[in-house]
């Protein structure tokens, strides 16, 4: 069995921060063998993605609409777990629209993020490169119920963010 090192960035998320440092700076001081299990409020694919091209296979169990369980470990240990169901809902779709905002001055990348997500179905996903990180455009996000994921490409320079849509007048 392989020993699991907790970590939970659940309200870190539901007020609109980023753990993405976080949970790879957690990663990156495991011990040989050692496991990590996240709680987050969401599946967070792309970070799975990350993570497996690192060498660790993972397990997520969904508790409840806002409270997830994920198991990460080496990829030569054995997952001791039962697999979640297939929900088919949580995992995300390949971005629908595709933005290069890093020559644009603020406020205009979050004014053309927001205006596009006006016309985007609930469930699509936009992909975003901005010059900095979008630190107001979180608690827009926020605000509208939409969910997201972002960091710095490996260069520093350049914030990826991936935001999928909600509805108008759904609690998300």
Do not use: C
Not at 97 to 103: A, E, G, R, S
Request: charged letters at 25%; hydrophobic letters at 40%; aromatic letters at 8%.
């Amino acid at each position: 069995m392989v020993q699991l090192r907790e970590l939970d960035v659940r309200q870190i998320l539901r007020d609109g921060g980023m753990p993405f440092q976080l949970i790879m700076d957690t990663v990156s001081s495991l011990d040989p063998g050692e496991g990590l299990r996240l709680h987050v409020i969401f599946q967070p694919v792309p970070l799975i993605r990350q993570l497996e091209q690192r060498g660790y296979s993972h397990v997520a169990r969904k508790l409840s609409d806002d409270d997830w369980e994920i198991d990460f470990v080496p990829g030569d240990q054995a997952v001791e777990a039962e697999p979640a169901a297939p929900a088919t809902e949580a995992i995300w779709p390949d971005p629908v629209w595709n933005l290069d905002l890093t020559d644009l001055p603020p406020p205009e990348p979050m004014e053309r993020i927001l205006a596009r997500l006006e016309t985007m179905e609930s469930g699509e996903v936009l992909f975003a490169l901005l010059n900095r990180e979008p630190v107001f455009l979180f608690n827009e996000l926020k605000d509208r119920g939409h969910e997201w994921i972002g960091n710095f490409d490996e260069s520093g320079k350049v914030y990826r963010i991936m935001i999928r849509a909600t509805p108008a007048g759904s609690d998300g």
